[in-house]
């Protein structure tokens, strides 16, 4: 197996001194390749830069028409949020509209990602509560799908438990291929996650993006989630996130999410390409540069997105006394 | 140029999820390659994990002999230390010593790395000072080189400065080979980093270690700091640190010390070879799996030695809610 391309590397001074691997691909809905590097074939684990994807199930059982989801809500069942207080009131809001509360959630509890919110709740003494995990507005959205189907709630993030079932079935149907226990592990928030070819990925997201092979309601559904993640997109990600930040520069052509261990997956939504990127290290910085230069080269950026772009895909290094010491960049696009 | 091999892989569920690609030499002092894997011929910089090297300068202008650094003040220049307690006093010690404070430390000033010692800090309402920083032991060092040399003390850390100038050197007398601005970068507590042939650094721990190729000053200044640096791994690392794990493990047989950006350094003393190794993609942990693996195979362990080394060459990956999910593992050794 060849190594796949160099995509991002760390210059400290004058010298080069990290690189980071990877692979792309943009694809259309009919699965032609737009552009792509490294090995599109190999099976990753697509982590939270499909939540999207995993939302579908909120409209496959219908849980959408019995407890009306609000756009806000729909973008935090996309998110990967920074635990600030305005993504803590849209989880505990669809929550409590549940009947359910903060100890209902399966994903655990951690300190909120921005360090803002995680200062604030450090001055007011309080620990760090479900509703925080980046990953609450996604659970959320699930606890309305278990009561949906009518399923006991309790357990709803094991593999076995119908939720699961059917947040998988909903993936499998949107990337046009099975998933498989024999490529699967557990996420950091509990639920599982099944590698698929990063190929299948990329290609899914451009189905969400025009509905091609895709039912009308699943169309339907994928374009309320998409729409929602886009037009709220400080949901999705929050103050000063790199998520947030391009999908507020490209005002709706872009749906752009990342995933742990350096996963990315998204949408050029005009030109009905869908994409998928993984670092082989996991290195969270490394693939937001990365993603961004991807961008920059394929996007048809203008010149503010370009600009956003820019400071994605070159990030300063800093001192600990806080002088610029070098770059991590993207490169080879 | 071809890709260097992996090793070390994450795993999550049953599929692999993370590839990290590297290079290690060991090698003895004659320069003779024991093993080695990827392009050792690559110069990297080697942050941190040549610290004992760079202490070399606190003997070539006999700072030692005016101001009597303790085993102890030498073994945390040699250290990235937790910047617990006892950290803080024997750089504080020192300094005191030297009448200097933290005040003329130029590293700038970073929360401790120990968690527990972080909560103290908090629990106090007290910021960290430049004494936490994980190379205040390093910096202290070098402001008794700049005492000696009848320098002035304030731009001890710029890289004109005679104290590096001087352990520019002394890097350069044991590694055996010339060190170039071509090749530089400031390092994280903004002292000059030069890159150099990873194997360079390798046949200079040997060298380290057995004295061959030095002067016998040389010689006697490596072995009173691997001397203190092994014989008080608690100063080089600090409570539950995998350097300290490890050399605490070996008794003195094994001198190993990580740098930022996934580099390691020391020396299997008893055999008189020294090593080198750098992931990379940058990542510590990847990067202490693999020595950890290194180790394993090439320095002999005994059981006890063989279980504190598989607990670093393979670390277990949790979910938020404190499930095991995965591993991180040294591959290929």
């Known amino acids: 197996m060849d190594a796949n391309p160099i995509l991002a590397e760390t210059v400290r001074g004058n010298w080069v001194e990290n690189r980071h691997r990877g692979a792309f691909a943009i694809i259309d809905a009919d699965g032609i390749i737009i552009a792509s590097a490294g090995d599109i074939e190999r099976s990753i684990f697509p982590r939270s830069a499909i939540k999207s994807m995993q939302a579908l199930a909120i409209f496959a059982r219908h849980a959408d028409t019995q407890f009306h989801h609000s756009a806000e809500e729909l973008a935090l ?16 809001g669809l929550l409590g509209r549940l009947g359910l509360s903060e100890a209902d959630l399966e994903c655990g509890a951690h300190q909120p990602i921005n360090a803002a919110a995680r200062a604030a709740l450090r001055a007011l003494g309080a620990k760090p509560s479900t509703l925080h995990n980046a990953c609450s507005g996604k659970h959320s959205g699930m606890l309305s799908v278990s009561l949906a189907m009518g399923e006991p709630t309790a357990g709803y993030a ?21 998933l498989t226990e024999a490529k699967c592990g557990t996420d950091g928030c509990s639920i599982p996650t099944y590698a698929a070819p990063l190929r299948a990925f990329a290609r899914g997201f ?41 999908m507020a520069a490209f005002n709706g052509r872009v749906m752009q999410k990342y995933g742990a261990d350096g996963v990315q997956c998204g949408a050029i939504r005009d030109k009905g390409w869908g994409y998928a990127l993984k670092c082989d290290d ?24 370009r600009a956003v772009l820019e400071t994605i895909a070159h990030q300063s290094i800093r001192s600990v006394r806080g002088d610029v010491v070098g770059e991590m960049r993207s490169v080879g696009f």
């Open 282 to 305: 996991g290195n969270v910085l490394a693939a937001h540069a990365m993603v961004a230069g991807m961008l920059l080269k394929f996007a048809e950026p203008d010149a503010d997105q």
């Open 158 to 178: 094991n593999r076995e438990h119908a939720v699961q079932q059917q947040v998988r079935a909903s993936v499998e149907a949107v990337i046009g291929e099975p």
């Open 77 to 92: 069942a996309c998110s990967s949020h920074n635990g600030e207080d305005f993504h803590v009131e849209v989880a505990a």
């Open 206 to 246: 451009a189905r969400m993006a025009t509905g091609t092979g895709l039912t009308p309601e699943m169309g339907a559904a994928a374009k309320r989630l998409l729409d929602a993640a886009t037009s709220l997109p400080h949901l999705v990600g929050g103050t000063d996130h790199a998520d947030t930040r391009i």
